[in-house]
Each structure stands twice: as structure tokens, then as C-alpha cells.
């Protein structure tokens, strides 16, 4: 992942660096010095949004379907 394709996607899922690297408990510095040169994003990080995109996705059909769900609970 170069670092313009992660910044695209921290824009487009509304998460700002700051938030991405406490959420990941790395410094904003670190996450603020990768490149496509020395210090490329990890390759980790790639499957991390995405599964934090998923989660998200997840959370909101969540949220949709608690009135339904909370109705037949007696």
C-alpha cells in the first residue's frame, strides 16, 4: 500500500492519522513519516482497515436491526 492510497482511505472512511494511530498504539510521528521510500506503511495496515471498514459496516446493520430485534425479546 503506498502512502497516498492509505491516506485516500483514511479520508474516505472519515479517520484522521491521529485517530488511526491511537486506535493502533503507535505514535503519530511514525504513522506521519511513512512513505514509499525508507519507511513504507506496514504491510499490515492494509488488512486493518479493511477489517475496520467491515466492522464499521457491521456495527451500522447492528444498530438497523436493534429496534427489531429488541421488540420480540420479552
Partial sequence: MKKNEFNEILKK???SR????D???LSYGSVSNW????Q????WVESWL???IKAKDID???ETMR???ECGEK
Avoid at 35 to 38: E, Q, S
Avoid at 40 to 43: E, F
Fill in 13 to 15: 472512511i472519515n479517520l
Fill in 18 to 21: 491521529q485517530e488511526f494511530a
Fill in 23 to 25: 486506535m493502533t498504539s
Fill in 35 to 38: 512513505n514509499d521510500g525508507k
Fill in 40 to 43: 513504507p506503511v506496514p504491510g
Fill in 50 to 52: 479493511q477489517n475496520y
Fill in 60 to 62: 451500522k446493520v447492528a
Fill in 67 to 69: 429496534p427489531y430485534i
